[in-house]
């Protein structure tokens, strides 16, 4: 043997990758790699063997088609992945590169086999973890979308389709963010937001996680609020982004709706003083602001109507009375309920003549009221005060004033107005 055929040897022998040598069918050289890839001991039990023993039954046609196709020595036939048959009945994933060449002389087929069993256990775990990552995402509460950088979906969840009224299959591969803005999304305040301005666009500019709180109207029509995070998936510029986010609108209706309760008369529905008093402090205070007046309007025979028909037809009266009073307040204009049987009328702006309120109001509750196929009356005394620029009272003050003027109206006989003056209550 010469001696670059033993150090061609040598390299051989030593090499990671399985080699083995055909003349034919038959096997006439094997390395160590080889016999460790099979599960063999020695050479014996592989040299002189066929090489379609240790070949799977159906990997033995691509073997064969690649072999044929060598007909240059020294050129390689491309990649083959095939299964290798191995002592003890153990099938291993190879992929093997055959060439045609010169074994001692003679001419014959050296093929290189590459173990694939590490790389097949790791892809089949990569598989089953994501096989489990997308069934976790998909069991989430929390509506998680994965977006390219130009926005086209990739992924949705079932949380995140549910939560935006669409169907998951039929948006994947969309630009969502587009189509909801033809819908509308808005911020807190509800504005409207710009493409430029959508989390997962800001993310891409950014490159930094961008936490939101939007308001997306549905294609049904119904509007959801939606409170989350967009990140980008990795650091790259270029990387795809996820969007996760909860459906918050049941947790912002209840607080919406725990505020108006605060501010508002469970029986007439109208705003109650705690409401009244704000809107008047901030009225009064307005620079801008045109003439404001105060009625404090008292119910005359409330008293007699719970005595003679029962507090629930009185209840009747009051919701009564409330709707009456919306019908006759202008526009721009508040009316709301401070006690039992007490209202108060907030006029401002240059269309709230008072005494064609006051006069309204005189004539809307002086008709009869039908309830429980009874038929009453009920009038109103009501006080009158007028609130100039530069009014140096409290709210406390106006209210107390208008109060008085309306006990004066009901001492000179009640369902009347009475104006209250500084000097005198007339």
Request: hydrophobic share 40%; with cysteine; glycine share 8%.
């Amino acid at each position: 043997m010469t001696d670059p055929d033993r150090h061609y040897k040598i390299l051989i022998d030593h090499s990671p990758d399985a080699i083995v040598v055909h003349e034919g069918r038959r096997l006439v050289f094997v390395n160590p790699a080889a016999l460790r890839l099979v599960g063999a001991h020695s050479p014996d039990q592989v040299v002189g063997h066929l090489f379609s023993e240790f070949v799977d039954q159906g990997s033995l046609v691509a073997l064969r088609e690649r072999i044929r196709s060598l007909e240059v020595e020294g050129v390689p036939s491309t990649p083959t992945e095939m299964t290798l048959r191995c002592i003890g009945g153990r099938q291993t994933p190879v992929e093997s590169r055959s060439v045609l060449t010169l074994w001692e002389g003679r001419p014959a087929y050296l093929a290189v086999l590459r173990d694939l069993s590490a790389q097949r256990a790791a892809e089949r775990a990569a598989a089953v973890a994501e096989h489990q990552f997308a069934s976790v995402v998909s069991t989430l509460a929390e509506g998680v979308i994965v977006q390219d950088p130009d926005g086209i979906v990739q992924s949705i969840n079932a949380a995140a389709a549910s939560a935006l009224g669409v169907d998951a299959a039929a948006v994947v591969g969309r630009d969502l963010p587009r189509e909801l803005l033809r819908a509308r999304v808005v911020d807190i305040d509800g504005r409207p937001v710009a493409h430029a301005d959508l989390p997962h666009v800001t993310t891409s500019r950014t490159g930094r996680p961008t936490r939101f709180l939007l308001g997306v109207t549905r294609p049904d029509g119904t509007q959801v609020w939606l409170r989350g995070t967009s990140a980008l998936i990795d650091d790259h510029p270029l990387s795809h982004l996820v969007a996760s986010f909860t459906d918050i609108t049941a947790e912002r209706n209840a607080a919406a709706q725990l505020a108006y309760q605060a501010t508002h008369d469970s029986l007439t529905d109208l705003p109650n003083r705690l409401h009244l008093v704000s809107v008047l402090t901030e009225t009064v205070a307005s620079t801008e602001r045109g003439p404001i007046a105060v009625l404090y309007v008292d119910l005359d025979n409330l008293k007699t109507i719970n005595d003679s028909f029962g507090h629930s037809v009185g209840d009747a009266v009051l919701r009564e009375v409330a709707r009456r009073l919306r019908a006759v307040v202008p526009d721009g204009c508040q009316v709301g309920r401070v006690g039992g049987d007490e209202f108060v009328v907030l006029l401002a702006g240059p269309s709230a003549d008072t005494d064609e309120v006051s006069d309204a109001v005189h004539h809307t509750l002086s008709r009869p009221l039908e309830l429980d196929g009874w038929t009453m009356g009920v009038g109103a005394s009501i006080g009158h005060v007028v609130v100039p620029q530069g009014d140096t009272r409290t709210i406390d003050d106006l209210l107390r004033d208008a109060d008085m003027a309306m006990y004066a109206a009901k001492e000179a006989g009640g369902n009347r107005t009475v104006r209250f003056s500084s000097e005198r209550t007339r």
